[in-house]
């Protein structure tokens, strides 16, 4: 039995696939990136697809890689897809991938902790991010419930259930 979480988290390891392909910049670099740079690292989710493309089992999820950095207002890469137009996963994958970059220490700067990074998610939840997928890890993370309760509800919240997918 295969899982969907499973997938999702295999999925989810494999989205950098394609920033490892990208032609070089200077991302790890202690400076903001150019425009020519940022439109660079944006190429990384469709050259990652195009190498899951080749592996046939996985070839199903491939739209897990591709747009997870869509945005719900539509402002993401690679298509510019809205709302529920990006799927499910994607928006997971979105969001956790944005959570541990501001958890994560960069040659430009420290780690910013698991509340900021949390309030930042809570702040852009609904134009940058998936509002019901951020409110489901702030679920996930009881033990700071108290850091994000000032952070407007998303609208219409709805749990986030993700069923079993039997192969």
């Known amino acids: 039995m295969i899982t969907t979480l499973w997938w999702l988290y295999r999925q989810s390891l494999v989205t950098l696939l394609g920033a490892h392909e990208a032609p070089q910049t200077d991302a790890d670099e202690p400076t ?30 491939i739209s897990i890689v591709e747009l997870h950095h869509e945005r719900p207002d539509g ?14 996963l994607a928006r997971i994958v979105h ?34 991010f998936d509002a019901e997928v951020v ?11 108290g850091l994000y309760a000032d952070a407007p509800a998303p609208q219409a919240a709805v749990p986030i259930r993700l069923e079993v997918v039997r192969s």
């Open 32 to 61: 903001r990136l150019t425009p020519d740079e940022y439109e660079t690292i944006k190429q990384h989710p469709g050259l990652g697809a195009r190498i899951l493309r080749n592996i046939p089992y996985l070839a199903p999820h």
């Open 75 to 88: 402002k993401g890469y690679p298509h510019g897809l809205q709302g529920t137009d990006i799927p499910l």
């Open 95 to 128: 969001v956790a991938d944005a959570f541990d970059a501001m958890t994560s220490a960069r040659a430009y700067r420290p780690a910013l902790g698991t509340a900021h990074g949390l309030r930042e998610l809570w702040r852009c939840a609904g134009s940058e």
């Open 135 to 145: 409110h489901a890890l702030g679920q996930c993370l009881p033990t700071l419930s």
